[in-house]
T-cell receptor, first 107, second 116 residues
Framework: KNEVEQSPQNLTAQEGEFITINCSYS?????LHWLQQHPGGGIVSLFM???GKKKHGRLIATINIQEKHSSLHITASHPRDSAVYIC?????????FGTGTSLTVIP | KAGVTQTPRYLIKTRGQQVTLSCSPI?????VSWYQQTPGQGLQFLFE???????NKGNFPGRFSGRQFSNSRSEMNVSTLELGDSALYLC???????????????FGPGTRLTVL
């Protein structure tokens, strides 16, 4: 049983499209993280959320604690957004990761 | 500020050997976490150190261990290497907020370990 489920696993979009990646979790959390991983392995933390909504540029992350669900939105997608997006949840003493969503944005 | 650094970046070992990986956190960060990433299992949490103490641990066998020094630099050690230990090992550093929980994690570039 996976504590964190992401969907979709793979996503291809045309440049400029609005993209949504979903994350559901089954454990009590202290925070939820959205991570971005480019080919070559480097991971960048995009957001850390414990409630509500956050926005950085074209990226928006939301979380619904009651429904144990979070979404990552990318507005006006660009080829440089092509990467794997990973949802991670922090419990009191553990981190659990989703399997990632591989996003390809075509020019 | 310099980012999180990990050494070495690449490592090849044979079964049965042991390996030590090093992680230097961002200056001022006292929490260092270690993760294993494989194509089959994805990212998995190994353990977290804060102020030289292991605070949290994932579900890995005792062959995986770590430590943290007074300058917050951390090492992880894997003994009696198995083929399945081939992976990208990532460390991340973080500061703690006033509630004692993690702030944003900053990841290093990783050490790619190949076990032959």
């Amino acid at each position: 049983k996976n504590e964190v489920e992401q969907s979709p696993q793979n996503l291809t979009a045309q440049e400029g499209e609005f993209i949504t990646i979903n994350c559901s979790y089954s454990v009590g959390i202290s925070a939820l993280h959205w991570l971005q991983q480019h080919p070559g392995g480097g991971i960048v933390s995009l957001f850390m959320l414990s409630s509500g909504k956050k926005k950085h540029g074209r990226l928006i992350a939301t979380i619904n604690i009651q429904e144990k669900h979070s979404s990552l939105h990318i507005t006006a997608s660009h080829p440089r957004d092509s990467a794997v997006y990973i949802c991670a949840v922090a419990t009191g003493n553990q981190f659990y990761f989703g399997t990632g969503t591989s996003l390809t944005v075509i020019p | 500020k310099a980012g999180v650094t990990q050494t070495p970046r690449y490592l090849i070992k044979t079964r049965g050997q042991q390996v030590t990986l090093s992680c230097s956190p961002i200056s001022g960060h006292r929490s260092v976490s270690w993760y294993q990433q494989t194509p089959g299992q994805g990212l998995q949490f190994l353990f977290e150190y804060f102020s030289e103490t292991q605070r949290n641990k994932g579900n890995f066998p005792g062959r995986f261990s770590g430590r943290q020094f007074s300058n917050s630099r951390s090492e992880m050690n894997v003994s009696t290497l198995e083929l399945g230990d081939s992976a990208l090992y990532l460390c991340a550093s973080s500061s703690l907020n006033t509630r004692g929980s993690y702030n944003e994690q900053f990841f290093g570039p990783g050490t790619r370990l190949t076990v032959l």
